[in-house]
């Protein structure tokens, strides 16, 4: 208990009650831009909270990112411009209130239904994390091995396209972490004489490159004309809620575990999430041909999928060091510049931390409330701002953060490289989590790969000797052949038609 009391002390002070405020409205007026998303919010805030403690810079970030996934429902629901990709899964629906004169029921039901899913996202997080910290402190290198290319594995197939162009988006990741000295001997590789490349690709600049300053240039080479949004009102935004709420309860509970359940895959995350909760919402739905004509039961279960699934990410990101999406990849990065490392450790070394991150996480889910009431008050006037006045204030933003991370312009320029290649990914329909993903685990997976040979004396038959090890190599094998099976039943099922006439 006392521990509990001493996390309340670390988040419950002025300072980080104000760093908590400041971030909720950047978060909110970062997710309510159309094209900036909140893994954007997350790199953008890095290079600030080098000046902060550990809690104060893992509360911003938290309450930035829950912010600004709710704020991505607000011009997807006013202009039809999903303002994060998570917001896109329901965007019709949502536009469909709007043109028939109730965008307050819309939003209503976005921010009321969000703050329920991250609630019970978080009641997890506190839960499970604690309890699997137990068993991984088991763990070995050859299980570590296997759970992270079982994490890679799963970023490949669950994240958006084809798997094809998941698995070059990993090796793009996979190649930029294998940048810097070689693992064991500590020889250079790719380096080209560079000293600043010694210690491999800096996670923050690459982050904010990839996933800034590709917007930057999209918005740069595709111009848009600045749309104005319909003004709104507030009336009856909680109440008709509580109406929801007596309505769909069981779509409120079923999409905020299932957005919980999938944002703690690896490479998952809340756009995922809200997709597959909308699809079975309609699945299970006893109107499904309402859907896409201003039904608000889609809103609902997919509106808590969406941030139950930001507080999912984070069950391996404390646990494992594996990050769950993108947003909680950015976030291990911090925690490493801060000196804590994620894993089953810190809860028994800084166990006040962990659970500040989960008061942290009520508090933000919580306010999300009154300050998303205000944001829906004032979107007409953030959505006005036109994006020839806000991207160059980003790029600054990115260029004084990359700079910031060492006094070095070295920071920028892998940040405009990471750039140019991020837009070049995206224009490609080529994901970037999966890069996120193999830049951040690339040197886990190669550091477990060589201790583990070294203890085997070479024998790859080590890593299925003890049995949690065996189990997670067993199933990251059957997810490899998943698609393979698949692709032969459709075969056999196209095969057994075919010859159907002629029989």
């Not at 997807?76 to 709007?98: C, H």
């Not at 990741?173 to 294998?178: K, Q, S």
């Not at 701002?385 to 060492?406: H, T």
């Amino acid at each position: 208990m006392s521990v509990v009391a001493d996390a309340a002390g670390l988040v419950f002070q002025p300072y980080v009650l104000l760093v908590i405020l400041a971030s909720a409205a950047f978060g909110m007026f970062v997710g309510a831009i159309p094209g900036l998303t909140a893994t954007m919010a997350t790199a953008l805030l890095v290079p600030v909270t080098f000046f902060m403690e550990p809690v104060p810079a893992i509360a911003a970030i938290v309450t930035a990112t829950a912010m600004a996934i709710f704020a991505g429902d607000i011009p997807g629901t006013l202009l039809r411009m999903p303002g994060t990709p998570a917001s896109a899964a329901y965007v019709q629906d949502a536009y469909a209130l709007t043109k028939k004169g109730r965008p307050e029921s819309a939003l209503g039901a976005s921010l009321v239904f969000s703050s329920i899913g991250g609630i019970f996202g978080t009641l997890v997080l506190i839960t499970a994390s604690p309890v699997l910290a137990e068993v991984a402190l088991k763990f070995s290198s050859f299980e570590y091995f296997w759970l992270v290319v079982l994490g890679l594995s799963c970023a490949v197939f669950i994240s958006p396209g084809s798997p094809a162009r998941g698995l070059i988006s990993l090796f793009i990741g996979l190649f930029a972490a294998t940048v810097g000295l070689e693992n064991p001997a500590g020889a250079p590789r790719y380096t080209f004489g560079n000293v600043e490349l010694m210690g491999g690709v800096q996670f923050i600049p690459a982050m904010i490159g990839l996933f800034a300053v590709s917007e930057v240039i999209r918005a740069f080479i595709h111009r848009g004309s600045d749309e104005k949004p319909p003004a709104t009102g507030n009336r009856g935004i909680f109440r008709e809620q509580l109406t929801n709420m007596r309505k769909y309860p069981v779509q409120a509970l079923r999409g905020s575990a299932l957005g919980t359940a999938i944002g703690a895959l690896p490479g998952a995350g809340a756009d995922i999430a809200a997709w597959i909760s909308y699809a079975v919402s309609k699945k299970f739905s006893k109107t499904p041909e309402k859907f896409g004509t201003g039904h608000v039961e889609g809103l609902v279960e997919a509106g808590s999928s969406n941030n139950g699934a930001m507080s999912g990410a984070w069950i391996p990101a404390l646990v494992f060091g594996i990050p769950g999406d993108s947003i909680t990849a950015i976030v291990i990065g911090v925690l490493y510049i801060k000196g804590i490392n994620p894993g089953p450790m810190v809860f028994i070394t800084q166990p006040q931390m962990i659970y500040a991150v989960f008061i942290v996480f009520l508090v933000a889910n919580l306010m999300m409330l009154p300050l998303g009431w205000l944001a829906i008050k004032g979107a007409r006037q953030v959505l006005s701002i036109p994006q020839r006045v806000l991207m160059p204030i980003i790029l600054m933003f990115c260029m004084v953060g990359s700079f910031a991370i060492n006094n070095s312009v070295f920071g920028i320029w892998l940040m405009l490289v990471f750039g140019i290649i991020g837009f070049l990914m995206e224009e490609n329909d080529i994901p970037i989590a999966p890069a996120i993903l193999g830049l951040v685990l690339g040197p886990m997976l190669e550091q477990n790969f060589v201790t583990s040979m070294i203890k085997s004396d070479g024998s790859f038959i080590a890593f299925f000797e003890r049995p949690i090890s065996a189990g997670l190599g067993i199933f990251t094998i059957a997810v490899w052949m998943l698609p393979l099976a698949m692709l032969l039943l459709r075969r056999k099922g196209r095969g057994t038609a075919s010859s159907e006439p002629s029989n």
